[in-house]
C-alpha cells in the first residue's frame, strides 16, 4: 500500500514537471514585458476647444443631509491646483481626485461582479458622477447597499459626501 502511494506521487510530480517544462519559454525567446495596465478603459477624450482638467457633475440623493443632496458641478484645473463649481467641498473634492490619479486608480470603476462583499445596509444613499475625468468620459453610479459599495462611496469623500444614516462612524 505505501509502495503504491509512494509510485503515485513520483509519477504525478513527474508529469507535473514535464508539463511545466514542456510550458516553459525557450531559451531563445525574446523575455516579455508586463502588460501595462491602463488608467481607465479607453473613451472619448475631450472636444477640441473645451478648457483643461476634470468636470464633473455630482447628483446625490437620501444621504441623510439635505443640505448635501442636489446636483452640483466640479471642476479641477489640469495640474495647476485651481477647483471651482458649484460644489461645496471643491477644492477637497480635487485634491482626492488627484491622489487617485497619483496612485494611478480609477476612482469610477463598479465593485467586481464577483467580489465578496459583506451583506450590510449604508442607508439608501444614491449619487451618479457623469463628466471627464483625466480626458476620459466618467459615467459612473454609487450606492450604499453593502460593505463594498459602502468603501466604494467613502473612499470618494469629499467628492461624495459624508451620509448621516446606516454609518456606525457618525451613529
Known amino acids: 500500500m505505501l509502495r503504491r502511494l509512494v509510485l503515485t506521487a513520483a509519477a504525478t510530480a513527474t508529469a507535473s514537471l514535464a508539463a511545466l517544462a514542456a510550458a516553459a519559454p525557450t531559451a531563445d525567446a525574446a523575455p516579455r514585458a508586463p502588460l501595462p495596465l491602463p488608467l481607465l478603459e479607453a473613451g472619448p477624450r475631450e472636444q477640441a476647444g473645451s478648457a483643461p482638467g476634470d468636470r464633473l457633475t455630482v447628483t446625490t440623493a437620501e444621504t441623510g443631509n439635505p443640505r448635501a443632496d442636489g446636483t452640483y458641478e466640479l471642476t479641477c484645473g489640469a495640474g495647476n491646483g485651481t477647483a471651482g463649481g458649484s460644489h ?46 483625466h480626458g476620459q468620459r466618467v459615467d459612473a453610479a454609487f450606492d450604499r447597499t453593502n460593505g463594498c459599495e459602502i468603501r466604494r462611496w467613502e473612499a470618494l469623500e469629499p467628492l461624495l459626501p459624508t451620509t448621516r444614516h446606516g454609518d456606525a462612524r457618525t451613529g
Do not use: K, S, Y
Open 88 to 133: 461645496p467641498e471643491a477644492r477637497a473634492a480635487c485634491e482626492r481626485l488627484a491622489e487617485f490619479a497619483t496612485e494611478r486608480q480609477d476612482p469610477f470603476r463598479p465593485v467586481d461582479g464577483d467580489a465578496m462583499c459583506t451583506m450590510q445596509h449604508g442607508g439608501p444613499a444614491t449619487a451618479r458622477i457623469t463628466g471627464t475625468w
